[in-house]
């Protein structure tokens, strides 16, 4: 089967939501408002035209990520896959479309963002000395610094560490030193 592929942008209209399930999955979702302008010539102005709000649901990393970057009201850029959802409750029906994200990220025509890579577990062995890590190469991703052995041996690591510009930094992960 066909499925639509789309790109949308719009603003946060509701705080993302992060639901944890027993099995482990994650999923965070939250509505996305775009509504389309036109410029107006004979009132010399912009107008606004309708609204279309759009339901965004986010799976396992990028729910987290989601969950931990992005705030209502926030401009975003979201690519997925589109569906419509036929639903009944209290005699009403109605229908939603739903993006089921496959990436997302601020929309950077509004503003500024800072990215940091995060680095999962199962990625990482064992690691000596959280402050002895050393930073990757220009032009060289954390997988090819961690194959290069740049980052030391990492064991015991428990959930993920982020990595930015400035190297690792600890988010309260559990890190044993390989001894």
Known sequence: MNEIQVTLRGNVATE???VRFDDGNTLTSFRLASTARRYDRERQEWVDRGTTYVNVTCRRAM??????????????VVTGKLTERFWSANGRTGQT????????????SFGTSQFARIVRAEHVSTLTDISDLALADDGEDADEALERG???DIEGV??????D??????RGMN???AG
Not at 63 to 76: C, D, E, F, H, Y
Not at 165 to 170: K, P
């Open 158 to 163: 428990d959930g993920t560490e982020v990595m």
């Open 97 to 108: 479309l739903e993006i089921h994200a496959e990436g997302l990220g601020h929309d950077l």
């Open 165 to 170: 510009d400035l190297g690792v930094r600890d």
């Open 16 to 18: 993302p939501r992060l």
């Open 63 to 76: 729910a987290a990520n989601a969950a931990t970057s992005v705030r209502k009201g926030q401009p975003l």
């Open 150 to 152: 740049a980052l030391g």
């Open 175 to 177: 890190l044993t030193a």
